[in-house]
């Protein structure tokens, strides 16, 4: 049986709405089937008051075992680094974090804002908002880069705005059931089985790419959306297109394109006003091309895909 405690700091309980609606298993798979163990979570906890204090203070003291230390929100730490602007329990969220993370077996943080601070970590930053061992792209975070939960980990990162319910429980099965060492994390310690292959692998509109067939309205039914309307789905780790959202699609293939919701720069607030979903270019080509891939290359191969494409690159599959 793996305690588990999810906390929420800076958040709009976004992840908390994915984690609830996972499906594969669902939450109450996790609680019937795979040891999970719900101490308290901020929509299912039961305890209030002197009782969730006393709660908190058991698992800080070792009387409870807290296995799994589940964070979600950034860490707010105004005004002037006190944390009184987000305080929980009769004391800072952030001074309940630092002990329970100094007991936590494991510390996973869920979504941007525990990973890296997320939207409210954005400039200026009033809430001096941080994530759990990041800021943005930067180690270091509220834990520090040293820190190392009790069982020798760094905090797990798995992001997203929200993250994928999946990718949330499944992460949980693995840490309750032993399974961690088998997963390798990435250098911005997310586990690699989520985040190594980029948004664009299995992406329906691979087609449309090679063949430089672009979509230039949201969910048209054909073509790609990197070259008119922004899609960050070949610079951005997710597993969007392989682990697909309700078991049926994406965003891409919805016709929607990424936002890059994986990458610590998200929101990418310093595109100009007005151009998320305009491609920024130079000259005709993309200012931000695919990951790995060289611009004079890129250059050439576009030119010859855009005149090699089929006719039916441009068909609307869906319609008969
Ligand atoms: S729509 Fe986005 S993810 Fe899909 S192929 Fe185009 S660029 Fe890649
Ligand atoms: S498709 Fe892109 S923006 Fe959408 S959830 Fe996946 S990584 Fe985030």
């Known amino acids: 049986m793996a305690n588990v405690l999810w906390l929420q700091g800076g958040a709009c309980s976004g992840n908390t709405m994915s984690f609830l609606n996972a499906e594969e298993p669902s939450v109450c798979d996790l609680v019937t089937d795979f040891g999970i163990n719900v101490l308290w979570h901020p929509s299912l906890g039961m305890e209030l008051g002197d ?103 760094p905090v797990i990162n798995i992001p997203g705005c929200p993250a994928h319910p999946d990718w949330i429980t499944q992460i949980l099965v693995a840490i309750a059931t032993g399974r961690l060492d088998d997963i390798t994390l990435d250098e911005f310690n997310r586990p690699q089985t989520f985040f190594k292959s980029f948004t664009q692998t299995g992406c329906t509109r691979n087609i449309h790419f090679a063949y430089k067939s672009s979509s230039d309205e949201f969910s048209q039914r054909t073509g790609c959306l990197f070259y008119d309307l922004g899609c960050r789905g070949p610079m951005t780790h997710s597993s969007c297109n392989r682990i697909l959202w309700n078991r049926v699609s994406s965003k891409t293939r919805a016709g929607m394109p990424c936002l890059g919701c994986t990458e610590p720069e998200f929101p990418f607030h310093d595109l100009a006003p007005g151009t998320v979903f305009k491609t920024q270019t130079i000259m005709g080509v993309p200012k931000e091309l695919p990951t790995g891939v060289n611009k004079k290359d890129y250059a050439l191969l576009t030119v010859v895909a855009k005149d090699a494409m089929p006719a039916w690159a441009e068909d609307d599959i869906f319609t008969v």
Request: some cysteine; proline content about 5%.
């Open 51 to 153: 009782n969730l204090q006393r709660l908190l203070r058991n698992c800080i003291s070792g009387e409870t075992d807290l296995d799994i230390l589940v964070f979600e929100g950034s860490i707010v730490n105004a005004p002037n680094g006190t944390g009184a602007w987000n305080r929980f329990a009769d004391r800072p969220m952030k001074d309940w974090v630092q002990e329970l993370a100094g007991v936590a077996k494991f510390v996973v943080a869920v979504g941007d804002c525990a990973t890296w601070g997320g939207i409210p970590a954005m400039a200026p930053n009033p809430s001096e908002s941080e994530g759990l061992q990041f800021l943005k792209r930067d180690a270091g975070g509220f834990l520090g880069t040293d820190y190392q939960s009790q069982a020798g980990f």
